[in-house]
C-alpha cells in the first residue's frame, strides 16, 4: 500500500514515537523495463516488468514482477531478485531478450520493519513525498484481507490515508512525463 505524504518529517517522528528504527536512508535509482511501451494501455497490459535497482551507487539487484493484474489497487505480484554484479551487462541481456527501458525513478529511501511489516519512506524525484507499507504473504492469501490488516496498522499508529495512491513509481513517472 501506498500513500503520498505532506509532511517526510512528520511520518518519520510518528513511526520514529511506534518504535520503529530506521538506518541510513537509501539512494536509489530504478530502471524498469517491460516488452510493450508504445501507449500507457499496452504498456500497462504487460505482465512482466524487469527493474534494475542500483542502491548506494553500488549495489545492483534485479527484479522480475509477474502481474497480470497491474491495474488493480492491491499491488499483489509475484515478485523474485538477484543481486547482479554488472549493470550494463544485465540491461544488454534485456535489449536480446527483446525488453525495453522504460523508465528511470529517482529516490532516497528510509527503510524500517514494523511487526512483520516492512514500512518505506520515500522522497521521489519528481513526485513527491510516499509511504509504503508491504506485507511478504505466501500465494493464496486473501490480498483484499492484507490491505485491511495493513490498513489497521496505519490507522494505528495515526498515518493520514487520505494520499493513498494505487500506482507504482514507475506509472506515476509516466503519467508526469505526459506519457499516455
Not at 500513500?3 to 520503529?20: F, M, N
Not at 537509501?26 to 530502471?31: I, K, R
Not at 497491474?70 to 544485465?90: A, C, G, L, P, Y
Amino acid at each position: 500500500m501506498k500513500l503520498r505524504i505532506k509532511d517526510i518529517e512528520q511520518a518519520l517522528s510518528i513511526l520514529r514515537t511506534a518504535g520503529c528504527v530506521f538506518g541510513d536512508p537509501l539512494s536509489q535509482v530504478d530502471v524498469v523495463y517491460a516488452k510493450d511501451k508504445s501507449s500507457m494501455k499496452s504498456f500497462l497490459a504487460n505482465d512482466l516488468f524487469l527493474r534494475i535497482r542500483v542502491n548506494n551507487g553500488n549495489e545492483i539487484i534485479f527484479t522480475l514482477k509477474y502481474d497480470n493484474n497491474r491495474h488493480n489497487v492491491d499491488f499483489t505480484k509475484i515478485e523474485h531478485e538477484v543481486t547482479v554484479s554488472s549493470q550494463d551487462e544485465m540491461e544488454a541481456m534485456l535489449a536480446l531478450l527483446g525488453f525495453e527501458r522504460i523508465v528511470e525513478v529517482r529516490k532516497t529511501r528510509w527503510k524500517t520493519m514494523y511487526n512483520d511489516y516492512e514500512i518505506c519512506v520515500d522522497e521521489v524525484e519528481e513526485l513527491g513525498s510516499f509511504l509504503e507499507i508491504e506485507k511478504l504473504v505466501a500465494p493464496g492469501v486473501d490480498a483484499a484481507e492484507v490491505q485491511e490488516e495493513l490498513v489497521a496498522v496505519l490507522t494505528s499508529l495515526g498515518i493520514d490515508l487520505s494520499g493513498r495512491v494505487n500506482r507504482g513509481y514507475d506509472i506515476l513517472k509516466l503519467e508526469h512525463e505526459g506519457f499516455a
